[in-house]
Each structure stands twice: as C-alpha cells, then as structure tokens.
Nanobody, 122 residues
C-alpha cells in the first residue's frame, strides 16, 4: 500500500552535512510515524529517529541527538533527515520506514524504503 523512496545519500567528509529525503506515496493516513534507521556492516539495524504525522513529536537516538534533525513536509509527503557534524561512525545504509505508532524497533514499522548509502570519510 505504502511506497517509500529515499534519496540524498553519498560521500561526505567528517564534519560535513547531508540531507536525506524520503518520499511517501500510496496512502499514508494510517501511518502515524515515519522512522529513520541505519545499518552498518556487521551491526544490527539501529534506530536513528522518528517523527509523527503532525511533526509535533520527534524522537532521536542518543547517538545522533543534537547533530541530526528530522522534519517533514506533508504537502509533499516527504520526510527529511538533516545530518550535520557527520562522523565516520555515521557511515551506514540509511532506511526510512512508516508505522502506525512510535517505536524504536524495526519490527514496529510496516513499510521500508530501499536504503541509501551514507559514507563519512575521515
């Protein structure tokens, strides 16, 4: 029902910035939250943050809080992940996801994008 398309990944130097976008289509009224996750080689998929439909509730993992910012433009059905002060340990495949409620577990989300690679060089 819901399709998610991510863009904006790439290579950046440590201390730099990237903005990821996730465009949603196919009906999202039942998906109250959009989440961002990341997965590095050999590691579990890690919660990055989430935002509710109104944008009034935003949650971040401690590892990215104060560096990453989640926002959304409902007119464009798009959620953004602004990443500042990037570190090499931020290198991962980043995924967006949609789910009916807030959660920090991948199992609480019903739909996923294809993932986009973010590489931070030191």
């Amino acid at each position: 029902q819901v399709q998610l398309v991510e863009s904006g990944g790439g290579l950046v130097q440590a201390g730099g910035s990237l903005r990821l976008s996730c465009a949603a289509s196919g009906g999202t009224l039942s998906m109250q939250f959009m989440g961002w996750f990341r997965q590095a080689p050999g590691k579990e998929r890690e919660f990055v943050g989430a935002i509710n439909r109104s944008g009034g509730l935003i949650k971040y993992a401690d590892s990215v809080k104060d560096r990453f910012t989640i926002s959304r433009d409902n007119a464009k059905n798009t959620v953004y992940l602004q990443m500042d002060t990037l570190k090499p340990e931020d290198t991962a495949v980043y995924y967006c996801a949609a789910g009916p409620r807030y959660g920090s577990s991948r199992y609480e989300y019903n739909y996923w994008g294809q993932g986009t690679q973010v590489t931070v060089a030191s």
